[in-house]
């Protein structure tokens, strides 16, 4: 599947970045361009996001492969990978997979294992939309409410929001809704196919997330033995958005 994606930097060490669910290449602009002065930053749309394709297939073999299909298609040698929270499971199946199709991986803020479903009500409430009636995002901010308390979260999913010519410029999503909510439980499950990967591989959590517990790293380190754990005080789940200048830090010294 070709994938769309943001390219900035033209100099350095190709650096391929992929969000989490619900995300977009969008989010990652501010982090990619500053990354920009020593690499070529590759923002990437996963499958049933942004402005990549749509398919009934979503799962962590699917979107390892179309992740190949693009460092194959650019050519690309010695690839770093960045992966974020559902797309830190992409590229950590995809170094299963795939083994020498890369350098060096850093995951943000999720473990190799299973996660219970939590999304549930968000996508309860995004799909209530009326879509057809609706006249403004402030509008479905409010009707988010009563699904998501948080309004950081909201403004974040609502990101999704777009006007599209091809339906009257009525708003539409840059998610595929319906594809998610069948396979949400898959989003959450362990990796397929397990095996060691022996490539440098750090780890970032915020301290504030859950994400990581204390008893991942064993897990951790049996499939990933060259491994570091890096802890970002007063992040949450979105690290590099909570704490931005010390995730570039940590991503610099790394990369």
Do not use: C
Request: net charge negative; hydrophobic share 40%; charged share 25%.
């Amino acid at each position: 599947m070709k994938l769309f994606y943001r390219q900035v930097g033209e100099i350095g060490t190709p650096i391929i970045i992929l969000h989490g669910i619900f995300g977009s290449s969008d989010n990652w602009l501010t982090i990619g361009k500053v990354l920009a002065d020593t690499h070529r930053v590759y923002m990437l749309d996963q499958r049933n996001h942004g402005q990549s394709p749509r398919s009934d297939e979503f799962n962590y073999d699917v979107m390892a492969a179309d992740l190949k299909e693009f460092i194959d298609d650019h050519q690309l040698k010695d690839v770093i990978l960045i992966g974020h929270s559902m797309g830190g499971k992409t590229v950590m199946q995809f170094a299963m997979n795939y083994p020498d199709s890369f350098s060096k991986m850093i995951v943000v803020d999720i473990a190799p294992k299973f996660y219970p479903i939590h999304q549930a009500m968000i996508l309860q409430g995004l799909s209530s939309i009326n879509l057809k009636n609706l006249k403004s995002r402030t509008e479905a901010n409010e009707l988010m409410k009563r699904f998501e308390e948080s309004e950081g979260v909201r403004q974040f999913l609502l990101k999704n929001l777009w006007r599209n010519p091809e339906k009257n410029n009525e708003f539409d999503w840059r998610i595929n809704i319906p594809v998610i909510t069948k396979n949400i439980d898959i989003i959450g499950h362990e990796l397929a196919h397990e095996k060691i990967v022996t490539k440098p591989v750090l780890f970032i959590r915020g301290s504030e997330s859950h994400y990581i517990q204390p008893e991942d790293e064993r897990k951790i380190w049996e499939l990933f033995p060259n491994y570091e754990i890096v802890t970002i005080e007063g992040a949450g789940h979105w690290v590099q958005a909570d704490k931005p200048q010390e995730f570039i830090n940590i991503v610099k010294r790394f990369s």
